[in-house]
Structure formats: structure tokens, C-alpha cells
């Protein structure tokens, strides 16, 4: 069997915190505390918590704008940590992100095309215009909105926008970190079903991260449970909110009124 | 127009546009030429040949004036520019570096900060020479931990921002990730304290110009005007007044100009009007 394309193995990541006494060390938060999970490839794995669970680090991690203390994130078998920052950076179209504020994830000097081109510019990828214009009718926008700039779309459409950015590259795994919690319920639904239906015409992985157990439920085919930086349950999502192991994820259900 | 434009914005944009007008004006045509003496002239009274009369060697001094005038926006212009560019860049290179490289370029500029510009000025002069040349280094030099402090305050505010996260996981490096999204994102930022800093600038070399450092005769310039006309203040006081009067202009015409636009660009960072 090979690799599954992504893996966290017993990842730990602490932030020094202010010192408080000139005499003693800096306190120590630990954000992550040794979590695992797996996600293999074409699936959707929804990280849920509260926040300060970690959640948000993890991501981050994941996309090795952090680096951890212990453990390792393994990429399709090879680990991110490990990568030379060449070779990081000619991986990182395999990979991509879409973040939660759509007002603050596109430049606002910018056109959309030109942001939409961003990663295909890094790893210097020919016909550029073609592929933004094929992005953008992927999450139905038109080819004439690359002209446009960021402040002459709605919050929804810039978070197509974004997604165009991320599947531009043709990457195999999406990270999605409050993807869809800045926006309207209404808006939301749509963004979810854009969001499936490209999984399933581009087989995505996807790393869906929401506070949100109801979104992560609609979405998500595996489910993490995180509780203070600790990974403290993954199963399938039937599974996970039909019959769950841990007190902590009942209390979560009970609080989402399931 | 929805929102009305500040009035110091509007007073120091008038301000501005009579001191450039008067220097650009000079390039084709003065009065008078301005190094033209005329002794049998001399000290001689508002006129219709001589608008604001003449000075201790006849020569016409409204001519004098807008070359003045030339000559001080150039050396502003200049050392600006010189030392913006490179405060900028410093800036901007501390932001994406970080660390240890941050802190040592930002202690740097905190030195320079903290020596008189005007005591390096004089310095430079006493070591290479007064010249128009010097005065232009010295100022440029004073202006780079100015831009640097700047542009490193805005800059890490930008590199915080989603986009240039996305534009990191679309595996961009820190150089191009800072003329792409950094720089043009803290442009505002840098021309409003390039306009105060013009102000700086000018001030400066009326000051290097009054102490013989500056611009060397017969090249005219307020501040050297000032000078000259300092012994003579009691036999014709309004030698020294005019060269005073247009260095207030310029400087609080340029000054309020920043000021304005950073209430334009920075709305948060206005006082209340």
C-alpha cells in the first residue's frame, strides 16, 4: 500500500510566550500537543474543536508555514520538515490553501487574474491566462472577471476567487482553514457544494477546518476531534457523530444540537 | 466628490503649487537674470522693474528668489529620492528577513536617528568640502533611517495579511513576495512621509546653505540669501524676510501637504476635523 498523501504523526508545536519575570524562563504554550491523523487521497477530513484547540496551528503546519517542534507531517511519504526550501517551495503546488477572510486573501492592488496566476508564476507554468480562465469558470465566474480587482466582488465570490487561486495548480490537496465561516448561510451553501463538486471533478484531498461541527458534517468524510491541542479522536464521519468515543466530541454534538 | 479634502491637504497643495510653479517657471524665464548685478542699483525699493527691489549688489531679488527656489526643490528632490530608495529598501529588507538581521538594521537606524543631521552635515562638509554635492548626501543620508523605520512598521503589518500567506503557499520567496504585495501595499505609507520629508529636506539645506555648506555662490539659495542678508538686517531688513518667507512657505507648504494626505490615505490615523 502506498503512503496516504498526507500524515501527521504525533505533531507538537509550543509558542514561547512573553516573559513575565526577568528571572524566570518564558512561559511555554502548547498549541499542538502531539496530534495525529491521516488523510488519504480524494477524501475530506474535517478538523473540529473549539477555538484555541490547535486547529488553526495544525493547518498552518500542514502548509509548513510553520515548522514543528516534534513529529513529523508527512506529504505524500516524504516529510515537509525535511525539505530543502527549493524543493519546498516546487512541492507547494501540490498543495494549497484557502483562507477564511475572502476581504483579506486577495491583494487589493491586485487583479483577480493577477492573483489567480500567483502560484502558476512560481513554478513558472506556461498559457497562464488560459488556465486562470479555465480556474475561474471552475468555480463559475467568468473569464472576463480576471480584468476586475477584489473590492468589485461580494464576500461569497471572492471566496471563488480564492478557491480559483488554490485549485489553479491542479494541487492535490486543499487546505480550507474557516473556509466558509465569514460568510452568509445562504452564501456558505453555495461555497460548500462548489467546494464537493470540484473534489469530485479534480479528485481533491481535502483538509477542511471548521468550528463548525454542521459544516463539517455536510462535507467531510473522515473527522478529527481536537481538545487542547490534542488529537483526541478520528473516525469516519458517520461514525464520529453517530457514535462517538470521547465525552468531549458528546458535548460538542450536544452543543451543535444534533 | 463624496468626502471634502482636508484643508491643510488643500492649503499645503496651494502652497506647494506656488513653489513649484515659481521653480519651473525659472528654468525658462526669471525677471531678471539673477546673477545680473547692478551696483548703481543697489538697495533699491519695490518697483515695476524690480518687484521686490534689489539687494546689496543690485541684482534683482524675485529673480533671485525662484532660482532659489529651483535649486532648493532639486536637493530636496534628490536626497529624497537617494535617501527614501535606499531607507525603503533597508526597510523592506529588514521586514522580510527578520530575526536578528531585523533587529541589527533597525539599531543601526536607531543610531542614526539619533545623531543631529545637521552635526553630520556639517561634518561631511568639514571633511569633503562644502559643496551642493555634499548637501545632498548629507541629507539623503539623514533621510534613510527615516524610510527605513517606515517602511519596516508598514511592511510587517502587510506581511501579516492572507495574501501574502497565499502568495507564500504558492511557494513564492521573500523577495519577490515583497515587490509584488509588500511594496505596492506600503506605497501610501512612504509618499506621505517622503512629502514631510521633503519639507525636512528643505529645511535642511536653507540651514546648510546659511552656514556656507550648501549651495556655493553664485548659485542662489534662501538660505545663503538669509545669510547674506544678515548684516545688512538694520539698512534692509526685507532682504532677510523674503528668503525667510518662501524657506515658512515651502517647509509648512509641503509639511501640511503630508500631513493631508496621510489624513487621505489613513483615515484611523487622522485627528478628529
Known sequence: ?258 | MKTRLPVNFLIGAVLVALVLGAAALSLVWTPHDFAQMNIKAKFGPASSTYWLGTDQLGRDVVSQLMAAARNSMTVALAAVLIGGSIGTALGLLASAIGGWVEDLVMRIADIGFAFPALLFAIMLAAVFGPSLTNAVLAISFINIPVFARVARASANQVWTREYVAAAQAAGLNRAVISWDHILPNIGAAIIVQATIEFAVAILAEAALSYLGLGAQPPAPSWGRMLSEAQTLMYLAPQLAIYPGLCIVAAVLGFGLLGDGLRDITDPRLSRER
Open chain 1, 1 to 258: 500500500m502506498s503512503a496516504p498523501l498526507l500524515e501527521a504523526r504525533a505533531v507538537t508545536r509550543r509558542y514561547r510566550m512573553p516573559r513575565e519575570s526577568l528571572f524566570r524562563a518564558p512561559p511555554v504554550l502548547t498549541a499542538v500537543d502531539s496530534a495525529s491523523f491521516i488523510l488519504e487521497r480524494g477524501e475530506t477530513l474535517g478538523i473540529v474543536g473549539e477555538s484555541g484547540s490547535g486547529k488553526s496551528t495544525l493547518a498552518r503546519m500542514v502548509m509548513a508555514f510553520e515548522t514543528p517542534d516534534a513529529g513529523q507531517i508527512l506529504f505524500d511519504g516524504q516529510d515537509l520538515g525535511q525539505l530543502s526550501a527549493g524543493d519546498l517551495r516546487r512541492q507547494r503546488q501540490r498543495f494549497q490553501m484557502v483562507f477564511q477572510d475572502p476581504f483579506g486573501s486577495l491583494d487589493p492592488r491586485r487583479s483577480v487574474g493577477w492573483s489567480i496566476a500567483e502560484p502558476l508564476r512560481a513554478i513558472g507554468a506556461e498559457n497562464r491566462a488560459h488556465r486562470v480562465a479555465e480556474a475561474l469558470e471552475q468555480v463559475n465566474l467568468h473569464a472576463a472577471d480576471a480584468e476586475k480587482y477584489p473590492h468589485e466582488f461580494s464576500g461569497g465570490q471572492r471566496q471563488r476567487i480564492a478557491i480559483a487561486r488554490a485549485i489553479v495548480t491542479r494541487p492535490e490537496l486543499i487546505v480550507a482553514d474557516e473556509a466558509v465561516s465569514a460568510l452568509d448561510v445562504s452564501v456558505q451553501a453555495q461555497i460548500l457544494n462548489l467546494l464537493m463538486d470540484l473534489q469530485d471533478e479534480l479528485g481533491l484531498a481535502m483538509l477542511f477546518i471548521s468550528h463548525d461541527l454542521a459544516v463539517v458534517a455536510s462535507i467531510c468524510d473522515q473527522i478529527l476531534v481536537m481538545q487542547h491541542g490534542k488529537s483526541i479522536e478520528q473516525g469516519r464521519a458517520t461514525e464520529v457523530l453517530n457514535a462517538p468515543t470521547q465525552d468531549y466530541t458528546k458535548s460538542l454534538l450536544i452543543a451543535a444540537g444534533a
